[in-house]
């Protein structure tokens, strides 16, 4: 996916990252990696490129803690709960790099009539292209015709 991770990605990642955020299950955030990292950039940089060359990664690396977050004062069915995902630093690190390649390819994997995942494309796109095919549907006389409206609730709620 772009040759091979230069130490200057592996850098980027790392600082890009909020220095705000809590910190996963091994107890260390990005303010650590930033502020440490002369010490423990190379290896993470080497972590990375063993990664990207097939080398599966070490189970504390990827370790992640769910915690449920009420969303009610008494909440009493899991729907009452937001799950949140708190990832080890050095798992945020990976994806932000795989997140930065990706997106460079993106536009091109995407299918023009989709609007999710491509950041110069809008939402309002696909309300203009729904309101085509409704009128196209409208105006063709026909038995066979449907149309559906899905509601997913709130992305982070539920998807079922």
Known sequence: MGGP???EEVRAAVFDMDINNIAGPDGFNALF????WDVIQQDIIEAV????NGTSLPKTFIVTSLVLI????????WGDF???????TSNKI?????????????????????SGFVATWKIGDNIVLAQEI????ASHKSDMNMALKLDMTKAYDRVD
């Open 5 to 7: 991770v230069t130490s």
């Open 49 to 52: 490129q063993d990664f990207m």
């Open 82 to 88: 937001r799950t949140i995902s708190l990832c080890n």
């Open 94 to 114: 990976l994806s932000k790099l795989l997140n930065e390649r990706l997106k460079r390819w993106l536009p091109e994997l995407v299918l023009p009539n989709q």
């Open 134 to 137: 409704i009128h196209s549907i």
């Open 70 to 77: 009420p969303k009610l004062m008494n909440p009493i069915q």
């Open 33 to 36: 990696y930033q502020c440490c």
